[in-house]
């Protein structure tokens, strides 16, 4: 089956920087939007960034400027630049890809901002 992998979260100091990808397996990769979700504990999940299957790229207001969003397709990785992190950013990340029908998730990866 669809198999979406997210490694790269971790603990870091205010200001840090951090870099997650996104494995996919099993899926035309390059037909797909892929994005990024996140969710802090008490709160609900949000998009904090797209990328189309066209390379065309969103984020959320709280991330633009901070955060970016890139695709290899000859790899099948999607990865999330996350620089100037902040407390607020706390959360555990997630992958989805997406295309009409087609919705797909990884499990997870902790993202911990702290001093």
């Known amino acids: 089956q669809v198999q979406l992998v997210e490694s790269g979260g971790g603990y870091v100091q205010p200001g840090g920087s951090l870099r997650l990808s996104c494995a996919a397996s099993r899926i035309s990769f390059s037909n797909y939007a892929m994005r990024w979700y996140r969710q802090a504990p008490g709160k609900q999940r949000e998009l904090v960034a797209v990328?189309?299957?066209?390379?065309?790229?969103t984020y959320a207001d709280s991330v633009k400027g901070r955060f970016t969003i890139s695709r290899d397709n000859a790899k099948n990785t999607v990865n999330l630049q996350m620089n100037s992190l902040k407390p607020e950013d706390t959360a555990v990340y997630y992958c989805?890809?997406?295309?009409?029908?087609?919705?797909?998730w990884g499990q997870g990866t902790q993202v911990t901002v702290s001093s």
């Open positions: 989805n890809a997406h295309r009409i029908l087609y919705d797909y």
């Open positions: 990328i189309t299957s066209s390379d065309i790229t």
